[in-house]
């Protein structure tokens, strides 16, 4: 079970990589139902996250998960010592913190600029992270740590994200042609053409086609000469007999 695991996860990192331009290192956003069930399930985040992805990853949170942690008390308390030893991203809830959720859930709109996991247990931020596209979703089920299958949402969205990729030809002439009026492209040297040494006509091609004798005629003419030599013999015999 454990090789088709991370069969289908080297399958699902190929699909955000070719498809939204993830790479490591994966940074990864977690809340703190995630490490409490991390915790609970006795999964060594740190060591298990990246053999499950198969390359480096940046552990996160934010600052509004900590505090929500700290306000929970002592029933989260060791989950609350897991998320400190990640790195704090900064967020735009410095001054007035929100929930984890709704915090998590910010730090990934707008397509996802920075290319964020998100590690939950939240089942209400889970169903609003799913429509989303380009957001991996990640869980963690019977002691194993689980990448959610690309959204339909993100499916969607794979059209227009290689049609930009496809420009006419007109289009990137156009472009160009302002790039260089703004002055944003600097002009290349010309380059000096190769001239094509003059050469005399292919000498094959002045050679005389060898004609061959019809072979015809000379049978004609062998023919006439046998005539010729019959009609001289019968003369011959026609004067030995009048003789």
Known sequence: MKIKRQKTARKLISFYKQNYGFREPFQILFDGTFCQ????????IKEQM???LMGEVQLCTTSCVLKELESLGKELYGAKLIAQRFQVRNCAHFKNPESASACLLSMVKNNNLHHYFV???DQQLTMKIKKLPGVPLMYIIQNTIVLEKP???SIAQLPSLHSHQFVPVHQQQTIQHL???QGLVMESEPRHKKRKRKGGPNPLSCLKKKVKPPQQPAKEKKKRSRKRRRTAQSSTTSVETSV
């Not at 069930?37 to 060594?44: D, H, S, T, V």
């Open 119 to 121: 590690a939950t247990q």
């Open 179 to 181: 790039k260089e009026k």
């Open 50 to 52: 990246p053999k499950y």
């Open 151 to 153: 959204s339909s949402k």
């Open 37 to 44: 069930a991390a915790l609970r399930n006795k999964i060594q």
